[in-house]
């Protein structure tokens, strides 16, 4: 099965911190994602990446960045942590068989910014 | 932007009866897919319909696609206390899936 592996399931960080979220995958898939979720939105995507060292704007990719250095791993970075940055954040990788072929999703990471 | 939405937006039933959620959606896709998140944790596939198919069985899930009216249902049927989980729709038009706000099932003992 296919494992994707968030680094840290909860996690607290000071407001104007650099935060670093790593995820991990290990079915050599091309699509990785990244989600955060809030009560009420459902899920909005950040940013992905199709390729190493390819990455695309999602919906909502302001105060973040993300790095893809290797095909299994995709951080995403929050350069300046704010209050408006609390949230849980859920990784994702898919393999490019074809358009929306299923997700396979992290535990999360709850990041609450103090 | 969040191409699906789903409805309704909280279902509470008693288990061993049937939980059955929409999903409608605004522009042609190529597959629709519904996922499963049990509280705090992240998403699970369950299903995936194809725009050439009307109906789908997974044991006791069944989905259906109306794409004249870009609207899916599933059905969960003789439903279990550990289905209570919220439940996702994902569509997109390119490779990009995009979730609507999911339901909250509670099924209750």
């Known amino acids: 099965d296919v494992k994707v592996t968030q680094s840290s399931r909860y996690l607290v960080k000071r407001t104007g911190e650099k935060v670093f979220l790593e995820c991990v995958q290990d079915m050599d898939h091309e699509n990785m994602f990244w989600y955060r979720q809030d009560p009420g939105l459902g899920l909005r995507l950040i940013y992905f990446?199709?390729?190493?060292?390819?990455?695309e704007k999602g919906d909502i990719p302001e105060g973040y960045s993300v790095s893809r250095e290797k095909k299994e791993r995709f951080s995403l970075i929050l350069e300046s942590a704010s209050t408006n940055q609390t949230s849980m954040y859920l990784c994702?990788?898919?393999?490019?068989?074809?358009?929306?072929?299923?997700?396979?999703f992290g535990s999360g990471t709850q990041l609450s910014v103090l | 932007s969040q191409q699906g939405e789903e409805d309704p937006q909280a279902l509470s039933i008693q288990e061993g009866e049937n939980a059955t959620m929409n999903c409608s959606y605004k522009t042609s896709i190529n597959n629709l897919q519904w996922y499963r998140q049990n509280s705090g944790r992240g998403l699970v596939h369950l299903i995936l319909i194809r725009s050439n198919e009307r109906e789908k069985h997974s044991g006791r899930l069944r989905v259906t696609l109306d794409t004249s009216k870009k609207s899916s249902s599933l059905l969960i049927t003789a439903s279990r206390a550990a289905d209570t989980a919220s439940y996702f729709c994902a569509t997109g038009g390119s490779y990009i899936p995009t979730f609507g706000r999911g339901t909250s099932l509670i099924v209750h003992p």
């Open positions: 990446s199709y390729d190493v060292k390819m990455k």
């Open positions: 994702a990788s898919s393999a490019p068989t074809g358009p929306n072929e299923k997700l396979f």
